[in-house]
């Protein structure tokens, strides 16, 4: 367990508070798209400096690493005679989506048709909360936690470019924590997934060829449209008739497009779409299954079919003793009425499955739902406006956290 009291960091939260949320509404005003997170990079940056937290900017395009090496002596305490982990991480993504606004306040965004609609405003805040909290009281604990602020979640993957870039070295990295707000969770409470918690995703694109003719003679010609809809329906029976229904997983066809006039048989057409699953095996089967359908439905039409497949990002899988580990420190900090444990997996995906590969890894959900709002709070809306006092309760727990992973086991 940590050796800084809990009393001493909650204090420490309290009076940086307004300075976070200042922070968090400056974010919001001014979101930007993956990839184009320049200003928020270098605000990042500005921060970190006036507090003395070293750092590098520019990691994987806009990414920024910060280090808190703690300097107290480290005492060997607890059942293993020893620490855990030299070094512990944090990740907050900060990159917003291309969503126009319909929240009425006063922080509203100000860049057009851009909107921090899924929270990341709320992730980098939080993350600079326990940054500057954890820097206050370097001389009370031993080890160090790298801060990453992670771009481009939202498009290719920026987790996977950081860690290529080196982040978790120097010192080698052994756990790493993060948070996704949940709107759907009241303010405050904090939601757990031992094991597997989000999919693996493939992206799908499927061309399917036939011979285009006049439309009042389709004899004489192959119909893609027909072919490619065939194709559309047969999918589905991969999920439901190749797979165990206990075993989840997902083809969705998003995007159907063909012809060019109302009085021409379609002579080609073209499909898109996600495949996901929450293990490689289930993956590699429905990629499998996905080619021969394609192929040989277009071919029973008499048509053709391209098939490609793009590997995104890998399956989500927390590391269960530290998820534990974790419950059982959230239960003493907020009490079990604020504790949720996650009753199955989610067929979402989120890029920090990356930092799960890589070490021992655990994603939490931070609950951000006062019950007041007028509109349904859910992520990636246009009204979507989180309570942010739940920043204390996620400052709280990733500064607790990072300590109590440092420290011996109990």
Same mark, same amino acid.
């Given at each position: 367990?940590?050796?800084?009291?809990?009393?001493?960091?909650?204090?420490?939260?309290?009076?940086?508070?307004?300075?976070?949320?200042?922070?968090?509404?400056?974010?919001?005003?001014?979101?930007?798209?993956?990839?184009?997170?320049?200003?928020?990079?270098?605000?990042?940056?500005?921060?970190?400096?006036? %507090?003395?937290?070293?750092?590098? +900017?520019?990691?994987?395009?806009?990414?920024? =690493?910060?280090?808190?090496?703690?300097?107290?002596?480290? +005492?060997?305490?607890?059942?293993?005679?020893?620490?855990? #982990?030299?070094?512990?991480?944090?990740?907050?993504?900060?990159?917003?989506?291309?969503?126009?606004? $319909?929240?009425? %306040?006063?922080?509203?965004?100000?860049?057009?048709?851009?909107?921090?609609?899924?929270?990341?405003?709320?992730?980098?805040?939080?993350?600079?909360?326990?940054?500057?909290?954890?820097?206050?009281?370097?001389?009370?604990?031993?080890?160090?936690?790298?801060?990453?602020?992670?771009?481009?979640?939202?498009? &290719?993957?920026?987790?996977? *470019?950081?860690?290529?870039?080196?982040?978790?070295?120097?010192?080698? &990295?052994?756990? &790493?924590?993060?948070?996704?707000?949940?709107?759907?969770?009241?303010?405050?409470?904090?939601?757990?997934?031992?094991?597997?918690?989000?999919?693996?995703?493939?992206?799908?694109?499927? +061309?399917?060829?036939? =011979?285009?003719?006049?439309?009042?003679?389709?004899?004489?010609? =192959?119909?893609?449209?027909?072919?490619?809809?065939?194709?559309?329906?047969? $999918?589905?029976?991969?999920?439901?008739?190749? $797979?165990?229904?206990?075993?989840?997983?997902?083809?969705?066809?998003? *995007?159907?497009?063909?012809?060019?006039?109302?009085?021409? &048989?379609?002579?080609?057409?073209?499909?898109?779409?996600?495949?996901?699953?929450?293990?490689?095996?289930?993956?590699?089967?429905?990629?499998?299954?996905?080619?021969? =359908?394609?192929?040989?439905?277009?071919?029973?039409?008499?048509?053709?079919?391209?098939?490609?497949?793009?590997?995104? #990002?890998?399956?989500?899988?927390?590391?269960?003793?530290?998820?534990?580990?974790?419950?059982?420190?959230?239960?003493?900090?907020?009490?079990?009425?604020?504790? #949720?444990?996650?009753?199955?997996?989610?067929?979402?995906?989120?890029?920090?499955?990356?930092?799960?590969?890589?070490?021992?890894?655990? #994603?939490?959900? $931070?609950?951000?739902?006062?019950?007041?709002?007028?509109?349904? *709070?859910?992520?990636?809306?246009?009204?979507?406006?989180?309570?942010? +006092?739940?920043?204390?309760?996620?400052?709280?727990?990733?500064?607790?956290?990072?300590?109590?992973?440092?420290?011996?086991?109990?």
């Amino acid at each position: 367990m940590s050796m800084i009291p809990e009393k001493k960091i909650r204090q420490r939260i309290e009076e940086y508070y307004e300075e976070i949320v200042a922070i968090r509404r400056d974010f919001h005003s001014h979101p930007e798209l993956s990839e184009h997170e320049e200003r928020t990079a270098a605000k990042i940056s500005q921060y970190l400096t006036a %507090w003395g937290i070293p750092h590098q +900017t520019g990691i994987a395009g806009h990414g920024v =690493v910060g280090t808190v090496c703690g300097t107290a002596e480290c +005492t060997a305490s607890g059942s293993t005679g020893a620490r855990r #982990y030299s070094a512990v991480g944090i990740r907050a993504d900060i990159d917003a989506l291309p969503i126009t606004e $319909l929240v009425d %306040w006063e922080f509203a965004s100000k860049n057009e048709g851009v909107m921090h609609a899924c929270g990341h405003d709320i992730h980098a805040a939080m993350l600079l909360g326990t940054a500057k909290v954890l820097k206050s009281l370097e001389s009370e604990f031993s080890g160090t936690v790298k801060l990453f602020f992670q771009p481009a979640e939202e498009t &290719v993957g920026g987790a996977e *470019q950081m860690i290529a870039a080196g982040c978790m070295q120097n010192p080698d &990295v052994g756990a &790493v924590l993060s948070f996704h707000v949940a709107p759907y969770l009241p303010t405050g409470a904090i939601e757990f997934c031992r094991g597997k918690m989000n999919a693996a995703t493939c992206d799908l694109n499927v +061309t399917v060829e036939g =011979v285009s003719c006049h439309g009042a003679h389709p004899e004489g010609g =192959v119909d893609a449209i027909v072919a490619a809809a065939q194709i559309v329906t047969a $999918l589905q029976s991969i999920p439901s008739r190749n $797979l165990a229904p206990t075993n989840p997983s997902i083809i969705t066809v998003g *995007q159907f497009h063909a012809g060019t006039k109302d009085n021409i &048989v379609a002579g080609t057409a073209h499909l898109s779409g996600t495949i996901r699953a929450l293990d490689p095996a289930t993956m590699q089967t429905l990629k499998t299954r996905i080619r021969t =359908v394609c192929e040989q439905t277009a071919a029973a039409y008499g048509a053709t079919a391209q098939v490609s497949m793009y590997d995104g #990002y890998p399956a989500l899988i927390n590391d269960t003793p530290t998820c534990m580990r974790m419950e059982a420190l959230a239960e003493r900090l907020f009490g079990r009425d604020k504790i #949720y444990i996650m009753d199955e997996p989610s067929l979402g995906a989120d890029d920090f499955a990356f930092f799960t590969q890589a070490c021992d890894g655990l #994603y939490m959900n $931070l609950g951000t739902n006062p019950g007041t709002e007028k509109h349904e *709070q859910k992520i990636h809306n246009e009204y979507y406006r989180p309570d942010e +006092t739940a920043m204390k309760n996620g400052i709280l727990m990733e500064a607790m956290g990072a300590l109590t992973l440092l420290s011996p086991q109990e």
